[in-house]
């Protein structure tokens, strides 16, 4: 699947604020800090050749000035460090959420979408990519019990 730029940002921009106040001790990170880690994690992403650790380099300075910046107004005494300690976890969490949505692939079980009304051709849904197979397999449904992404569905049964 090619890489696309647009569909990266969307998303980030979509659950980025939401992952970063999940993660465990989102709460130290102001909340007006937020915009500027998802901007950063954007601008990052645009960064021609850059390495994984360089991008992440870039977010992590981007959070810096920012508290740096919050500070110098002395109308708040951020603790920088333990920011980006929880800041670091949550990007990681945001960039990888984004990879996994990037990576999904729609499954419709025909049979499900013929009764919802919706046609389906060649295998897949009317207006589906050519080519993409968009049926449900058993593969795709695992043991047919929900998981907490690691593969395994024992705290779910």
């Known amino acids: 699947m090619k890489f696309d730029f647009h569909k990266f940002l969307a998303v980030v921009a979509q659950v980025g604020p939401i992952i970063l106040a999940a993660t465990p001790g989102g709460e130290k990170i102001p909340t007006d800090l937020i915009p500027k ?15 994984g650790a360089e991008k992440k380099a870039h977010v992590m300075n981007v959070l810096r000035t920012g ?39 729609v499954a419709v079980d025909p049979a ?7 046609g389906v051709e ?4 009317a207006g589906s ?8 397999k058993a593969s795709d449904l695992g043991d047919g019990h929900a ?6 569905g024992d705290n779910l049964k």
């Open 112 to 118: 499900v979408a013929h009764a919802a009304g919706v």
């Open 147 to 152: 998981t907490h992404g690691h593969g395994s």
């Open 37 to 51: 880690i998802v901007g950063a994690i954007g601008e990052a992403q645009a960064i021609k050749g850059a390495s």
């Open 67 to 105: 508290v740096e910046v919050a500070n110098a107004t002395g109308k708040v005494k951020l603790d920088a460090d333990e920011i980006q300690s929880v800041a670091s976890t949550g990007i990681d969490n945001v960039v990888a959420t984004v990879k996994i949505v990037q990576g999904a692939k």
């Open 129 to 136: 990519v050519p080519g993409v197979d968009a049926t449900t």
């Open 122 to 125: 060649h295998g897949g849904i």
